[in-house]
């Protein structure tokens, strides 16, 4: 799969340009600069860690090349190094590439891929994923559990301080999508959660809202 998708390189590049970057920033863990592409001292040592297995190592050169600042070489390298951080499990990288792939698939085989990588990188617990994974099978769902399931990824995604699942959260209860119920009560639950994170990471809300969101809680695990 990797000989596949250096085939399509840089045409996949420019193609999902915008999209891709946008994985990248939510994938951010401040250590990841786009108007920097040239190799430091500091470069070389974390790249013989990369080369010698260490996934860290290999996620953070894999930001740092795949991007637009960077040469063509430089970009296939990045793509490499996350790959390789995939390989090794890295949530962050499973992520990246879940996404990117998925933007760009041509074929059931390459959706399967996508899904796979963004399905991992959700059950190591990366809540960018979940909310991605969520979204996706939410939007897909078939049956009802396959629609509990995909609400659970958003709900644990946004409780863990992820903004978008919370705010598609207030548009399903907001709106009634997916047959779920209207629920004004969770839509300003979810809303508040959208709009508010500590420092910590995690959310904070008002206790009206809090309270209301328990209460509802409790009623759906009945």
Known sequence: MLSTILAKFPSIFFLVFIVFFAAI????????????????LSDSIIERKAL???????????????????SSSEQEKGLRFLMKASQ??????????G??????????QELNYALEHLKKSSQLGYPPAKTYFGSILLHNAQTEGEKIYALELLRSAALAGDKDAASTLHHVYFSGLYNEPKNLCMAIYWLDISKKKNRSGGVV?????????????????K
């Open 25 to 40: 920033a939510s994938a951010n863990d401040g250590s990841f600069n786009l108007k920097k592409c040239s190799n430091t």
């Open 52 to 70: 010698k297995g260490d996934i860290e190592a290999q996620y953070f050169l894999g930001k740092k090349y795949f991007s637009p600042s960077c």
């Open 88 to 97: 090794g499990q890295h949530s962050g990288a499973l992520y990246v590439l």
């Open 99 to 108: 996404y990117m792939l998925f933007e760009t698939a041509q074929n059931d």
């Open 205 to 221: 809300s008002n206790t009206k809202a809090a309270d209301c969101f328990v209460e509802n809680e409790l009623k759906i695990s």
